[in-house]
């Protein structure tokens, strides 16, 4: 069995998009003709899309620097610029009334570096809050420890619900033909809609915080029954 994996073939990262990866309308024809001339040999096909609100943690709306101004896009965001001041989050970030927590306490003390201090405030009613400034620190600290990434802010993307988000037209066009001539639909995989961490990958969030953004090991297992496995697409990191 032959599974196709598109990665983030999305028009934001496309020309004419956002943030756009060089090459990226090149890469868009052959990924289109490849499913056309092979459809009948692609058993399956399984699309990522990078899916993010506004107020994410690497956008330039969560931050300001005590001013009033939001970082430009491609500014580099340190744990010492968190510690320091510099780089300052919006307080009121809070989840729909539809979305899971934030952030799950079990799931972030699961990892070697526990339980954080003065994670939470309490208000006058008892009510427990995120203090933002230290799970912003907490974050960049661990990121930073992974000796990977530091936090980028990058330019709006991939907003849901935006033409930005969704796939480059003739891709789109050639996996709808795709389903209809062999009776498969596509599987969507969607990354990256928790506010506090970053999802490059479909498999795991660079600091898992929740079970949505945890090691996607049944993904992964899914992946591994294929007898080939081809990936394409698009990613700058």
């Given at each position: 069995?032959?599974?196709?994996?598109?990665?983030?073939?999305?028009?934001?990262?496309?020309?004419?998009?956002?943030?756009?990866?060089?090459?990226?309308?090149?890469?868009?024809?052959?990924?289109?003709?490849?499913?056309?001339?092979?459809?009948?040999?692609?058993?399956?096909?399984?699309?990522?899309?990078?899916?993010?609100?506004?107020?994410?943690?690497?956008?330039?709306?969560?931050?300001?620097?005590?001013?009033?101004?939001?970082?430009?896009?491609?500014?580099?965001?340190?744990?010492?610029?968190?510690?320091?001041?510099?780089?300052?989050?919006?307080?009121?970030?809070?989840?729909?009334?539809?979305?899971?927590?934030?952030?799950?306490?079990?799931?972030?003390?699961?990892?070697?570096?526990?339980?954080?201090?003065?994670?939470?405030?309490?208000?006058?009613?008892?009510?427990?809050?995120?203090?933002?400034?230290?799970?912003?620190?907490?974050?960049?600290?661990?990121?930073?420890?992974?000796?990977?990434?530091?936090?980028?802010?990058?330019?709006?993307?991939?907003?849901?619900?935006?033409?930005?988000?969704?796939?480059?037209?003739?891709?789109?066009?050639?996996?709808?033909?795709?389903?209809?001539?062999?009776?498969?639909?596509?599987e969507w995989v969607n990354k990256?809609?928790?506010?506090?961490?970053?999802?490059?990958?479909?498999?795991?969030?660079?600091?898992?915080?929740?079970?949505?953004?945890?090691?996607?090991?049944?993904?992964?297992?899914?992946?591994?029954?294929?007898?080939?496995?081809?990936?394409?697409?698009?990613?700058?990191?």
């Open positions: 069995m032959a599974t196709l994996l598109l990665i983030d073939c999305q028009k934001d990262f496309h020309p004419g998009g956002s943030l756009a990866v060089p090459n990226a309308d090149a890469d868009a024809i052959r990924i289109t003709n490849f499913i056309r001339q092979n459809a009948s040999s692609i058993h399956r096909i399984v699309a990522t899309m990078d899916s993010h609100h506004p107020l994410h943690i690497a956008h330039p709306s969560f931050w300001s620097d005590g001013q009033g101004d939001a970082p430009s896009p491609f500014t580099v965001i340190s744990n010492e610029d968190v510690v320091k001041g510099k780089w300052i989050p919006r307080e009121d970030i809070k989840p729909s009334a539809r979305d899971e927590l934030l952030i799950d306490d079990a799931i972030l003390t699961a990892g070697e570096d526990g339980m954080p201090s003065d994670l939470y405030t309490t208000d006058e009613h008892g009510n427990k809050e995120l203090n933002m400034k230290q799970w912003c620190i907490e974050y960049t600290k661990r990121l930073e420890a992974k000796g990977k990434f530091q936090l980028m802010i990058w330019p709006e993307h991939c907003l849901v619900g935006t033409e930005g988000n969704t796939v480059v037209s003739s891709i789109c066009d050639a996996m709808m033909e795709w389903s209809r001539k062999t009776g498969g639909s596509v990256g809609q928790n506010l506090l961490t970053e999802n490059y990958s479909a498999l795991c969030a660079e600091v898992p915080v929740t079970s949505g953004t945890s090691f996607q090991y049944g993904f992964l297992e899914s992946l591994k029954t294929s007898e080939k496995l081809i990936m394409c697409g698009q990613a700058m990191s």
